[in-house]
């Protein structure tokens, strides 16, 4: 990605470090009472008489958790306060305060990072988080961010991993895979172009003649829905809001960032239990059915592994069945078993098989 094109660029070294956070930060106001200082000091001040504080922590690296060269920074800043706003709602809490930290290559200049917190503060405002503070520093590898949210929650309101009971109900927000889908999509466009590229400079070493790169328009017709689903993620707050108006506590509960097989299997695991989900329940889109056909992949296998689809996978108690059906854009795809029983997938023509972790995996 090219810096922001303006008349005037300005390099991040002219207005130093804290030149930069004061820019970055002169309109940001806190919104929550229990922020009693935030940007401008060592340390930020926070007060919780009555609550206990939930304390969650993201990395994302260029070139492993985003690609520049398609997504824009804007969407890149939403796009990071989302996933760690999420974690929040995942334990059943109310996200109040933000940190962000950036590590920034010479490359960017300061209208780039505008663009960053611009995005970051339109998720923060959509949830009302008060960014209260971080740290910007150097890297010689692009791009590195930070960030830690910080919620609130009554002590006995939290949801863990390790709560699912025998006979309880395994439930997911929205739909799964279109993320991934998404990815696939914007990766193979981002394959064309470069073939494009190769073939002029090619081309160009063949006739001696100037490198004529043409105009390169991706294919996204009707695949809308898939890149939204990649590009502007959406932490499930609003699902969080539909349980407790309907006074259903899950028993346990995840966010699903590593894939719906993944993140089930932490639950039975430390939750000590088993589980059955039935393919025919797994709630998917018709764009990433249709784009899964296209690339020859298993739809199925896309909405188990796919990742980065921020749902909320969670149980509840078998009494609240009816409560649960009441509620829009939340799905019964299972529930939990014995031990021994294991983890099972149920397909469509009833054979059973062995859930496996194939999501993924940031360390390999």
């Excluded at 929040?88 to 950036?102: D, E, H, W």
């Excluded at 014995?338 to 360390?363: C, H, I, M, Y």
């Amino acid at each position: 990605m090219t810096p922001q094109q303006t008349s005037e660029i300005m390099e991040i070294a002219k207005l130093g470090e804290f030149g930069l956070i004061d820019r970055l930060t002169k309109d940001i106001r806190p919104q929550n009472d229990s922020t009693k200082y935030g940007v401008g000091d060592d340390c930020a001040v926070l007060h919780y008489p009555d609550k206990e504080v939930l304390v969650t922590t993201d990395m994302l690296m260029e070139g492993v958790h985003f690609d520049l060269t398609y997504i824009d920074l804007k969407h890149l800043g939403y796009k990071s306060a989302m996933v760690n706003i999420s974690d929040i709602f995942a334990m059943n809490g109310t996200p109040r305060q933000m940190t962000v930290s950036l590590a920034l290559s010479k490359r960017f200049s300061v209208e780039d990072i505008e663009l960053f917190y611009e995005g970051l503060q339109l998720a923060c405002k959509k949830w009302n988080v008060d960014i209260i503070g971080g740290d910007t520093t150097s890297s010689y590898t692009g791009m590195a961010i930070s960030i830690t949210c910080i919620g609130e929650a009554e002590k006995d309101e939290i949801v863990y991993r390790n709560g699912a009971h025998e006979t309880d109900l395994i439930c997911v927000s929205g739909d799964l895979g279109a993320a991934y889908m998404g990815l696939q999509l914007l990766e193979r466009e981002k394959t064309v172009y470069y073939q494009m590229v190769d073939e002029a400079k090619k081309k160009s070493a063949a006739d001696g003649s100037p490198v004529n790169i043409p105009d390169f328009q991706p294919d996204f017709a009707g695949k809308e829905y898939l890149l939204q689903r990649q590009l502007k993620t959406e932490a499930r707050g609003d699902i969080i809001e539909k349980l407790r108006e309907a006074g259903i506590r899950p028993t346990a509960m995840m966010d699903i960032s590593d894939g719906l097989s993944s993140e089930l299997m932490h639950i039975c695991k430390q939750s000590g239990v088993g589980c059955r989900i039935y393919e025919k329940n797994i709630p998917i889109d018709y764009q990433t059915a249709v784009m899964a056909e296209e690339m020859n992949m298993n739809v199925t296998t896309c909405a188990l592994n796919g990742g980065e689809d921020y749902e909320l996978l969670f149980t509840v108690p078998i009494g609240d069945h009816e409560k649960i059906e009441m509620l829009d854009d939340i799905h019964l795809i299972g529930h939990i078993t014995k031990p021994s029983l294991g983890q099972v997938l149920v397909t469509r023509d009833n054979q059973e098989f062995e859930l496996k972790a194939q999501g993924w995996n940031p360390l390999k």
